[in-house]
């Protein structure tokens, strides 16, 4: 079947200019998982949602980053006003139950390039 | 809070030798131990998972590792590898009673040359 589709693949901006990052998870997986990956920080976690809800923001950085989950399905994480060390690539996973146990499912990742 | 560490951030190998690639973890309560794959410009896949039971652990790709409680580690084998291996490898970890994602080690670039 489908697996996580992210989109866009790649995106430019400029500083200071706000970016949507869309995440379609594997159809039925109840939790879905946004992570970051740069050179300096490795691969962080940024939030989790279960169905609608984000019981876990611990990991997002600033209150510029924002993200939100509807219908159970399609997620959206929203960076304002970007500055150059949001520069990275983002990936979204998703698992079917949300447990400790369960296997993360990734995405290709979308690159964000902040000029 | 838990934490992975990744010894070795490039393993360079000939192609059919053997090779492993070292994780330790740290952690107040039990873990479930992963270990992902990363090729060029694609996301991460699941080589293998320790929950429980044998601590000897078989995945995909030939690859294997193995849980050692008293030394915190889950290292990854490879008893002979291919060039198609090349790759990042993560080592990572969730527990059980503070939530559900995964803490990553800092990965290991494992390059197999001919």
């Known amino acids: 079947g489908a697996g996580v589709s992210q989109s866009p693949s790649n995106k430019v901006t400029e500083k200071g200019k706000d970016v949507e990052l869309r995440c379609d998870p594997i159809s039925g997986h109840t939790a879905l998982y946004w992570y970051r990956q740069s050179l300096g920080q490795g691969l962080e976690f940024l939030i989790y949602?279960?169905?609608?809800?984000?019981?876990?923001k611990s990991g997002l950085p600033s209150d510029r980053f924002s993200a939100e989950r509807t219908g159970g399905s399609v997620s959206t994480l929203t960076i304002q006003r970007t500055q150059q060390e949001d520069s990275a690539v983002y990936l979204c996973?998703?698992?079917?139950?949300?447990?400790?146990?369960?296997?993360?499912?990734f995405g290709p990742g979308t690159r964000l390039t902040v000029l | 809070a838990q934490s992975v560490t990744q010894l070795d951030s490039q393993v360079p190998v000939f192609e059919e030798a053997p090779v492993e690639l070292r994780c330790n973890y740290s952690s107040s309560v039990s873990v479930y131990l992963f270990w992902y794959v990363q090729y060029p410009n694609q996301g991460l896949q699941l080589l293998l998972k320790y929950l429980s039971g044998s601590t000897l652990v078989k995945g995909i790709n030939g690859f294997e590792a193995e849980f050692n409680k008293s030394q915190t580690s889950f290292h990854l084998r490879k008893p002979s590898v291919h060039i198609s291996d090349t790759a990042e490898y993560f080592c990572?970890?969730?527990?059980?009673?503070?939530?559900?994602?995964?803490?990553f080690g800092g990965g290991t670039r494992l390059m197999v040359k001919p």
């Open positions: 996973a998703s698992s079917l139950n949300g447990m400790s146990t369960d296997t993360q499912y």
């Open positions: 949602f279960q169905g609608n809800s984000a019981p876990d």
């Open positions: 990572a970890v969730t527990v059980n009673d503070a939530g559900n994602m995964l803490t």
